[in-house]
């Protein structure tokens, strides 16, 4: 069965977090794979990037040469600042996260439960570092929360689940969950599959959640 | 006459005491003021306190003043990142405090105490173990946790234009944590590539107004923290 499948790539994963991004948005990007969404804003459409280290208006990657040390995102990669672009300090950048200025965040994750919550700062483990930057001020701030990750972790277990085990970075925050098997909305009802990847069957897809699935 | 300028980067720390509080702006190496740091390394102030959004990156900048025991404790909110070595070996040894706190929350203690607002309440951290003790409070059928405000003794601040009165002009995303911390302090030392005439910037463009700033010393062609890093670099 597995062999059938043609998952989606974290390319495709990006461009579908993007078409569902109308005109006119202003988008917060995480750190990783959300970053990738930004190359695939449809023709015609405009979406205004935020990144909370201060900066509206992130532009594409600089080429080679041409990168500066004060000119970064917030995974501290540097980045160019569009024409119409403005600097601002970070209790400004976090009025326009906390403030509802920002329409879409999206995020990557450890976990997502079948209500929303989100783990994806910490594993909890005892020797572990502990760092949170943004995570939990944009999920309470921002009304839009996108998470993109693969469906599994890379030994095969579920990261859509019933309860998080993680510690949570906030509860009931996500709105739509895309992975590399299929895009599920969190309703009031638990996670609704709207689309799948090609090849994969129900039952598939199931057995590779940890949490219940409504199909249409 | 008012005038900040100060002519050494050891006269600028001179005041910093030990036990004293210390924010750092500087998000990555964007407005870290490594000079500043470094001065305050051979100053050798101890059993500081200090605010500062990341840990520091290899062996120079604010990783070096933890390396150099400096440190007691550092409250932020990404105390490991790529480059962030010496943090997590004293950290995993017990020999230093972490208060971490969410970016956000931090960003907003620190203007809340520039602006004499005690405390807050944010929905930031509600629902998770950053939030385990704190007071909840509904506020429209939503739940805030109650946050302190933070003000420190000192700031290290790096800009690209001040003038004598302390106002202060910053580079792109460098600006980051400059002028919050700027506010939070009783003493904000700021270091700047450029010194303009007073006069010379356009009020309306002042970023930090120089009622905000206590000292500035000019440094002209401040060190990249990525080429230290590239060459390895150790300070002192």
């Not at chain 1, 739509?176 to 009031?188: E, F, G, K, L």
């Not at chain 2, 003000?151 to 002009?169: E, H, I, P, Q, W």
Request: aromatic share 6%.
């Amino acid at each position: 069965m597995s062999n059938e499948i043609k998952e989606w790539s974290r390319e495709e994963m990006a461009r579908m977090i993007a078409e569902d991004i109308p005109d006119g948005a202003y988008v917060n990007l995480g750190i990783g794979m959300p970053e990738l969404v930004a190359n695939y804003i449809p023709e015609g459409r405009e979406a205004i990037f935020h990144t909370e280290n201060g900066l509206l208006g992130i532009g594409p990657s600089p080429s080679a040469g041409q990168e500066d040390d004060e000119l970064i995102n917030a995974g501290k990669r540097p980045v160019t600042a569009i024409k119409g672009a403005s600097f601002f300090h970070h209790a400004d950048s976090f009025a326009m996260v906390r403030g509802g200025h920002i329409d879409i965040c999206v995020l990557g994750a450890f976990q997502v439960s079948e209500k929303g919550d989100l783990a994806n700062w910490s594993t909890g483990e005892p020797d572990a570092i502990p760092a949170v930057g943004g995570a939990m001020d944009l999920v309470e701030g921002v009304s839009t929360i996108y998470v993109i990750t693969q469906h599994t972790t890379k030994s095969g277990e579920p990261k859509i689940v019933e309860n998080c085990t993680y510690p949570l970075t906030g509860k009931g925050v996500v709105t739509r969950i895309y992975t590399n098997y299929a895009v599920m909305d969190v309703t009031p009802e638990g996670l609704k599959v709207i689309k799948m990847v090609p090849g994969i069957t129900s039952q598939y897809l199931t057995e590779n959640t940890a949490a219940g699935l409504k199909f249409n | 006459m008012i005038n900040k300028i100060v002519n050494s980067l050891q006269e600028a720390v001179s005041d910093i005491f030990d036990g004293a509080t210390v924010m750092i702006s500087g998000f990555g190496e964007a407005g870290s003021p490594i000079e500043l740091i470094h001065a305050l390394i051979d100053h050798g102030a101890k059993n500081l306190t200090v605010v500062s959004n990341n840990t520091g990156n290899g062996h120079v900048g604010l990783a070096a003043l933890i390396e150099n025991r400096q440190v007691s404790k550092m409250i932020c909110s990404f105390p490991r990142t790529a480059q962030s070595v010496v943090f997590p070996e004293i950290y995993c040894k017990g020999e230093i405090e972490l208060e971490l706190v969410p970016q956000g929350t931090l960003a907003e203690r620190i203007r809340a105490g520039g602006a004499g607002i005690p405390a807050f309440y944010t929905p930031t951290s509600v629902n998770t173990p950053l939030a385990e003790g704190k007071e909840v409070r509904e506020f429209g059928g939503r739940q805030y946790v109650m946050e302190y405000g933070l003000k420190a003794d000192f700031a290290l601040v790096k800009c690209k234009t001040a003038d004598r009165y302390g106002n202060l002009l910053y580079n792109k995303t460098a600006r980051n944590f400059g002028p919050v911390m700027c506010m939070a302090s009783k003493s904000a030392i700021v270091q700047s590539s450029e010194i303009a005439e007073a006069g010379d910037i356009d009020p309306e463009i002042v970023v930090t107004p120089g009622i905000f700033v206590s000292k500035v010393v000019h440094i002209p062609n401040p060190v990249s923290e990525n080429i230290l890093l590239k060459e390895q670099r150790r300070y002192p």
